[in-house]
């Protein structure tokens, strides 16, 4: 699987609740075994690769990223100008 293809994967999985939780993407991303689309930081946590959330970015011009949840989900009005939240 690619990056792009990776990225599709969690755009399927984010339109079909409206919210994506970057840990569940990460982990079923681990299991296809393909270093490019996760790692693990310094501090031990599984992270998504920086391509995929490259390409996840560029299909999700509509979402946000709330950092204190670690999920993406859809803009609403009151949100900050951004990604992220």
Do not use: I
Not at 36 to 45: C, E, H, R
Not at 48 to 63: I, P, Q
């Amino acid at each position: 699987m690619t990056p792009r293809e990776a990225a599709e994967w969690m755009l399927t999985q984010f339109e079909a609740k409206r919210f994506l939780y970057q840990e569940e993407a990460a982990s079923h991303l681990l299991h296809l075994h393909n270093e490019a689309l996760t790692y693990y930081n310094g501090s031990g946590n599984l992270c998504l690769g920086k391509e995929v959330l490259k390409e996840f970015n560029s299909l999700t011009k509509h979402a946000v990223y709330e950092r204190s949840g670690k999920f993406w989900r859809d803009r609403l009005p009151s949100d900050q100008p951004g990604r992220q939240q």
